[in-house]
């Protein structure tokens, strides 16, 4: 089974892409961007399913081609089915069911959450993946979660936000300093040129291992309120110090419940994964921590980080050895039953 070509689609939320997997390897991970919601400071959900209408046939046929096969050589498709925007997902679910129903393979549904996660297993993701069990911080625009890996198949989420997820948080401030969207990779940009301790801002405190970020969003509000009456241009002369302030607060509060989590359940292999796995700041904080608690740190190549279908061929592959297929009859759904879909086993 390891010589099985799969093709996967992923369509969960902006992003159009495909990618192609022999065995652990990606052949093509092909993706188109929707520079539409720019200009609307978020992502508008009607204007991103229309945009995956558009996109998907090219994006699949690009891949296909660049992975040097062609459709008949496809041992499977596999598709995200949830977690995201539903009429994104609709549109990558039909496409799915259509095209492996016309090529008489079978369809393999995937969490989008798992796929972050086991994205660490493709071939030069990483110098290797991450033994079972490990710990890995799940964090994007949607979702920041800590999650126990015992197994391929066996997660469990032992920590999650409460409101507003760490991607979220970053959007939601650079919208309070003018800035474009998305606003993380530009915050954190800015950063690298400022003084992560100019400004001070709160940090939630909750019980064990769940997160909260919405406290960050308000303190950081109320005090550029508080600042621009005093002075209209504090922003602007200012920028680069609160850019690195507010990277400093979020990834503090993101390593902070790690570093509780890894001690107490004992484990010392970490891995971080989703989009703002991408953030540097979070990178160097995993790395002062892996000489600091002796943890083996495990951080995907950034083409892993954001939404592709390289880890949705990834899982499909997986779930293609198990012999774990999807009927046709299967539909989106915005809010996949995270750790259902993590346990699930063949029949």
């Known amino acids: 089974m390891s010589d099985s070509i799969i093709l996967g689609i992923e369509s ?47 994006v699949v046929e690009k891949s296909v081609s660049k992975a040097n096969i062609q459709q008949k050589d496809i041992s499977a498709v596999g598709f995200t089915r949830g977690p995201g925007l539903l009429g994104s997902l609709l549109v990558g679910t039909s496409f799915a069911k259509s095209l492996a129903m016309s090529l008489n393979v079978p369809l ?52 999650k936000t409460i409101d507003d997820a760490a991607g979220e948080a970053f959007d939601k401030i650079g919208k309070i300093f003018d800035l474009d969207y998305p606003a993380g990779p530009i915050i954190d940009k800015l950063a690298k040129n400022g003084d992560p301790n100019a400004f001070t801002f709160s940090k939630p405190r909750l019980e064990k291992y769940d997160y909260s970020f919405s406290g960050v969003k308000t303190s950081v509000l109320y005090f550029i309120q508080k600042e621009i009456k005093k002075n209209p241009d504090f922003v602007k002369e200012n920028i680069e110090n609160l850019a690195a302030s507010v990277q400093k607060t979020i990834v503090e509060t993101l390593m902070n419940k790690l570093e509780k989590a890894a001690k107490d359940y004992n484990i010392h292999h970490i891995a971080i994964a989703g989009g703002v796995s991408a953030n540097s700041g979070l990178r160097e904080a995993m790395k002062k921590n892996e000489e600091k608690l002796g943890w083996n ?25 198990r012999g774990e297929f999807t009927d046709l009859s299967v539909s989106a759904t915005a809010r996949y039953d995270i750790e259902e879909s993590f346990k699930q086993k063949p029949e």
């Open 12 to 58: 969960s939320c902006d992003d159009t892409s495909a990618a192609i997997i022999r065995g652990n390897k990606i052949l093509s991970n092909i993706a188109a961007n929707q520079a539409i919601h720019n200009e609307y400071g978020g992502v508008v959900p009607e204007l991103a399913s229309r945009a995956h209408q558009q996109n998907i046939i090219p």
């Open 297 to 321: 740190i495990y951080i995907p190549k950034f083409e892993y980080t954001t939404d592709n279908a390289a880890m949705i061929a990834m899982v499909a592959k997986l779930k293609y050895d």
């Open 108 to 159: 393999i549904e995937v969490n989008h959450l798992q796929a972050h996660i086991l994205a660490h297993f493709i071939d030069d993701a990483n110098i290797a993946p991450p033994p079972f069990p490990f710990l890995c911080l799940t964090v994007s625009g949607g979702h920041t979660m800590i999650v126990l890996v015992k197994d391929y198949f066996d997660m469990e989420i032992i920590g």
